[in-house]
């Protein structure tokens, strides 16, 4: 179950259009070892492509030494897909390296709405988790 | 040259849960070695077969990329702090295009 804050699922949703027909991509910290995601961090997507996302090196390392630094952890790493749906890729899968991270799908591919889901990969095991938006 | 590795979550399995570990050597190949001595099976979610640096891995000595500052044969001084973070990507591309660390 992952339960974001009103205005940070919003914020995401808002990213993923704004980049769209690139992939957006960022990350939610929060207190470490409490799962509840409070900061929204939005990258920028250094491979600036449609079908695939990276952080950039520089702004990742600053990123996680900020949150080392303020005991806080990566809750949630999201991630849009433009044209297909917002299920993780093998690419996805093969990629997660963040065992403790929610992994957070936006997909843009229709314009009409907006998909929503989150994920919990582990071992290149994907489970899917419901997504409560509170508040 | 003796150096300070932070060692990221992911990679924890092979430092018995230390965060951080010491290391030595005149350059990074050499400190990588030096690492899998202690800590067998890390050098190989470091380094290709090849014996390049695994694309999907970012290594930092003092919060410089080493993917700019001549790789593995990055040199190292006393003091210096090494970072190893994996790289967060992904994407719904083809994944025979986007090679995985493992």
Request: proline share 7%.
């Amino acid at each position: 179950m992952l339960r974001l804050p009103a205005p940070i699922y919003d914020a995401i949703i808002a990213h993923a259009r704004r980049d769209h027909p690139d992939e957006a991509c960022g990350v939610v910290a929060g207190p470490a070892g409490s799962d509840r995601p409070e900061r929204l961090v939005e990258m920028i997507n250094a491979a600036g492509s449609p079908t695939f996302y990276q952080f950039d090196s520089g702004e990742q390392l600053r990123l996680w030494k900020e949150m080392d630094a303020a005991d806080e952890e990566p809750v949630v790493i999201y991630h849009s897909h433009t044209a297909t749906e917002a299920y993780p890729s093998r690419t996805d899968i093969n990629l997660a390296q963040e065992p403790g991270a929610h992994y957070v799908l936006v997909s843009t591919a229709d314009p009409e709405s907006v998909d929503f889901r989150s994920y919990r990969i582990v071992d290149g095991v994907v489970t899917e988790e419901p997504v409560e938006r509170t508040g | 040259m003796a150096v300070e590795v932070k060692i990221p979550t992911i990679l924890r399995t092979y430092t018995d849960g230390a965060k951080s570990v010491p290391g030595e050597g005149a350059n990074l190949a050499a400190l990588f070695e030096d690492l899998e001595s202690r800590h067998a099976g890390l050098r190989s979610r470091l380094i290709t077969e090849d014996g390049s640096l695994h694309r999907f891995v970012n290594v930092y000595v003092n919060d410089e990329d080493v993917r700019f500052t001549g790789s593995l044969d990055t040199t190292l001084s006393d003091g210096d702090a090494v970072t190893i973070l994996p790289a967060v990507a992904g994407g719904s591309l083809d994944p025979r295009r986007a090679a995985p660390t493992r």
